[in-house]
């Protein structure tokens, strides 16, 4: 299905948009608008996965800190996880 769109461009992507090839501006904003959308659902998978990662790290963290003692690999793991939830407070 094929829907004409309007749009208010800002300067520098209309500057951009005028600079494309006359018959093909269509074809190029819509290849553009499916690959940010695939972009799109990369990047939150991609942040899911490494939530989910983060989530693994800090259990194994706390359990080994728990079994073994304070080493230097769980502090250089809890360092990797700094600025997140899941950084462990000593």
Do not use: C, F
């Amino acid at each position: 299905m094929k829907q004409l769109i309007s749009a208010t461009l800002s300067i520098e992507a209309a500057m951009i948009y005028n600079n494309w090839e006359k018959q093909k501006k269509s074809s190029i904003l819509s290849d553009l608008i499916v690959r940010e959308e695939i972009n799109r659902l990369h990047i939150e998978a991609l942040l899911k996965q490494r939530t989910q990662a983060q989530v693994t790290m800090s259990l194994a963290i706390v359990r080994l800190l728990l079994k073994e003692g304070k080493t230097p690999l769980l502090e250089k793991m809890n360092d990797s996880l700094e600025g997140t939830i899941h950084y462990q407070y000593w």
